[in-house]
T-cell receptor, first 110, second 116 residues
């Protein structure tokens, strides 16, 4: 069935380095993708989105890349900070529903 | 602060009981979504309401039901509770479902349900 999944459940990154969180999706018809960040004890928070007619979109310290050929989505966080510690979810928006990936936990090493 | 409020924050109850979780969407948002998140798991979409009407249904058990009231707040009712229902329950809201599918959802802080 349709699914959105993540390659790595946990990612450890040195503070100051760049982080790359990956996501695979299976529904080639999906045309809108979103990244959410969930800090411990809080609800998910919207980070950035991208439409399928784009390959790249940049925000503040974050970049989302979309490779439709291999159905792959990635979130890049520049100069990772302790406040970036969280679980990151990718999701695709299909028929007014968000189909969520399993999440990747980002751990920042001092 | 997303502007979405949920009550209560924590709820502890026993198996077989019934509970009601409440959600107030962001001011102006017409659509409400309910999600379940079990420990260290992803989000499971349960149900969506738009302007008082059910719009989409996900993996919601028959023991669970929801509604959205005229003032747009929503309640999720969980009955005949089982141990496995212990989870975080999130509510999210959005302005309205867009025809192009771009529908940023804003999440509340969640209700942590513990069934003993």
């Amino acid at each position: 069935g349709e699914s959105v999944g993540l390659h790595l459940p946990t990612l450890s990154v040195q503070e100051g380095d760049n982080s790359i969180i990956n996501c695979a999706y299976s529904n080639s018809a999906s045309d809108y993708f979103i990244w959410y960040k969930q800090e411990s004890g809080k609800g998910p928070q919207f980070i950035i989105d991208i439409r399928s007619n784009m390959d790249k979109r940049q925000g503040q310290r974050v970049t989302v890349l979309l490779n439709k050929t291999v159905k792959h989505l990635s979130l890049q966080i520049a100069a990772t900070q302790p406040g970036d510690s969280a679980v990151y979810f990718c999701a695709e928006n299909s028929n007014y529903q968000l189909i969520w990936g399993a999440g990747t936990k980002l751990i920042i090493k001092p | 602060d997303s502007g979405v409020t949920q009550t209560p924050k924590h709820l502890i109850t026993a198996t077989g009981q019934r509970v009601t979780l409440r959600c107030s969407p962001r001011s102006g948002d017409l659509s409400v979504y309910w999600y379940q998140q079990s420990l260290d798991q992803g989000l499971q979409f349960l149900i969506q309401y738009y302007n008082g009407e059910e719009r989409a249904k996900g993996n919601i058990l028959e023991r669970f039901s929801a509604q959205q009231f005229p003032d747009l707040h929503s309640e999720l009712n969980l009955s005949s509770l089982e141990l496995g229902d212990s989870a975080l329950y999130f509510c999210a809201s959005s302005l309205h479902p867009r025809l192009d599918g771009t529908d940023t959802q804003y999440f509340g802080p969640g209700t942590r349900l513990t069934v003993l």
